[in-house]
């Protein structure tokens, strides 16, 4: 090269890098918040089929989850819940731990709810997030609020939310910081609460919806096991008297000691005393409240869990629960259970097929 050509090819060179070095450092950054998930050595109740081969999870065709995407927003829950369209239904998805985080299978949950429910809003009401939580930059979670434009996060303030409701002058915050089960009772008292306000359904994180929810009645309760009843699924219209004395029940039995005290057994002694509804018995004498039978969104109750696990009765259990509106998987027992990508597990068939963006984007286990 002469020199002369040289005196103009290189600082031409030299810009073009510092150009493109500029505009890189505006990019949003790519990180990967919740990393390759390890088998937890330490279980072995349900042991999975041998982990497909390269071939057999190939992924379908959905958009790279690795693209760079910009923070997810964070709404005002007071505010947007305030102002929403009544005429659309409702379904609200609880975050108490104050982390700002969730795991796969929760987003699952809410992908799985969006997918069948297109004409429904999709909530997931963050309780006193941290700033910026890690939720906001999930790619999983992104590509769902991408594909999904039903869904929202929101954030509420614990100071506020509770404000012209019966637990309005109860000191939620002391009850709940000196419980036993914090994150619990504080999504127990946090859904009656939001259901009272605004009315609609309420679902734990820990389930999978296979089909739209438009067919439930307005008001309802559900059957968990045999005629037990649970608060893990309920829905009721803005203001319903049931919805009401629940409140007012959290507001003047609370328990932080006991684990059920404040749910399902709540729910128990609210149903007795407004409908002559005795525990574990059918009679129902409010003729506004349904109570669903257990194989709509409970086909197989806790005792049984493992059955969502067990890669040689995949097939099977998928089948059985083909006419649920939706199934839980009941973290509570089952966080520790593997779940492989591409495997004959329920919970993975199902997830496959009812939140794929939520389970592709996992790296080995789900």
């Known amino acids: 090269m002469s020199v002369p050509i040289a005196i103009f090819i290189i600082p031409a060179i030299l810009f073009i890098q510092i150009v493109y070095i500029f505009n890189s450092s505006l ?50 829950a007071l505010e947007i819940l305030g102002s929403r369209n009544e005429s659309r239904r409702a379904i609200f998805f609880i975050e108490s731990s104050n982390k700002g985080s969730i795991t796969a299978r929760q987003i699952c949950a809410l992908e799985s709810a969006a997918m069948h429910n297109p004409d429904a809003d999709i909530y997931l009401l963050l309780l006193d997030p941290p700033e910026n939580p890690d939720l906001t930059r999930d790619e999983k979670m992104l ?48 859904r009656v609460v939001t259901l009272l306000r605004y009315g609609g359904v309420y679902l734990d994180l820990d389930f999978v919806i296979l089909q739209s929810l438009a067919t439930l009645p307005p008001n309802w309760l559900s059957y968990e096991l045999n005629r037990d009843l649970c608060n893990g699924a309920l829905g009721f219209q803005k203001g319903h008297p049931m919805a009401q004395m629940m409140a007012h029940e959290l507001a003047e039995t609370f328990d932080g000691s006991s684990w059920a005290h404040n749910g399902p057994s709540m729910v128990a002694r609210v149903m007795s005393r407004m409908c002559g509804m005795p525990e574990s018995e059918s009679g129902n004498n409010c003729s506004d409240v349904t109570v669903l039978e257990r194989d709509k969104l409970f086909p197989i109750g806790y005792p049984g869990w493992e059955r969502y696990f067990d890669g040689a009765a995949g097939p099977e259990v998928v089948d059985s629960v083909k006419h649920s509106l939706g199934v839980h998987v009941f973290n509570y027992l089952s966080h520790g259970a593997n779940v492989t990508l591409g495997s004959n597990q329920a919970y993975s068939l199902l997830a496959q097929k009812h939140c794929p963006r939520a389970y592709w984007g996992c790296f080995k286990f789900f």
């Open 143 to 190: 590509t769902v609020l991408r594909h999904h434009d039903n869904v929202r996060l929101l954030a509420a303030d614990s100071a506020t939310y509770y404000v012209g409701t019966p637990l309005q002058e109860w000191s939620v915050a002391n009850r709940i910081n000196t419980s036993s089960h914090p994150i619990e009772h504080a999504s127990d008292i946090m």
């Open 27 to 76: 990019e949003p950054q790519c990180t990967y918040l919740i990393q390759p998930e390890e088998p937890n050595t330490e279980f072995s109740s349900v042991v999975p089929e041998d982990p497909p081969t390269t071939q057999q999870r190939q992924q379908p065709h959905l958009e790279n989850l690795s693209l760079c995407q910009s923070p997810a927003e964070i709404g005002a």
